[in-house]
């Protein structure tokens, strides 16, 4: 026999407690369900949802990455890898002196957690709402900074190129720079394995 149980001053029997516990068994059975339509109507996240990250740029078209490593750093899952390597002149990615050569994201280990975009001082880091990364291929869920950098806007160059003439690295940041300057050409990639074009051949 179930004891009892006294509350309040009150003596309750002992079996009432699985009971009420079954009630809310028995009102879910008789509510409406709730079926997703996906993948033919996909879901609409959080404006802040945690999704697949992405490598922003100036508005000039200049990468905000500056290869610190940081966002490396930070991640508990060891997913992010990344190598930074000096501008040039001849050769410039970003304003400062560094930029981030080679930079990889595995999601098979990412965790999603946000934990880097929070360490990126330079905010060249952020996360979208593109959710649907899952692949055959363990190889394929390595994306890398060309998978991951942001495309080109309206007054953007592709890096590499000069920075905005009169400026300095301060002055992006202080959002002084809002689009390529007029006449801004892409340099060669001679890291990528580019070459400089023969003089007199025609663009």
């Not at 990126?120 to 363990?138: G, K, Y």
């Not at 390529?180 to 051949?201: D, H």
Request: proline share 7%; glycine share 10%; with cysteine.
């Amino acid at each position: 026999m179930a004891e009892e149980s006294t509350e309040g001053g009150q003596t309750k029997p002992g079996f009432q407690n699985p009971v009420a516990g079954f009630g809310v068994t028995f009102k879910a059975m008789f509510k409406k369900r709730l079926t997703e339509q996906y993948p033919e109507q996909p879901k609409t996240t959080a404006p802040r949802f945690h999704g697949r990250h992405q490598l922003n740029r100036h508005p000039d078209g200049l990468e905000k990455c500056i290869g610190c490593e940081l966002c490396a750093w930070a991640c508990p899952a060891d997913a992010i890898y990344v190598e930074g390597a000096d501008n040039t002149d001849e050769e410039r990615y970003s304003p400062g002196e560094r930029y981030g050569r080679v930079y990889q994201i595995n999601y098979a280990r990412c965790i999603l957690c946000g934990l880097c975009i929070e360490a990126c001082p330079t905010r060249a880091l952020t996360m979208t709402n593109e959710f649907e990364l899952a692949d055959s291929s363990r190889e394929n869920l390595i994306y890398t900074k060309e998978q991951l950098l942001a495309g080109l806007e309206e007054g953007m160059v592709e890096s590499p190129h000069s920075i905005f003439p009169g400026t300095d690295e301060q002055d992006y940041y202080r959002g002084l720079v809002t689009e390529a300057a007029p006449g801004t050409v892409r340099q060669v990639a001679v890291s990528k394995g580019e070459k400089p074009e023969p003089e007199g051949a025609e663009a």
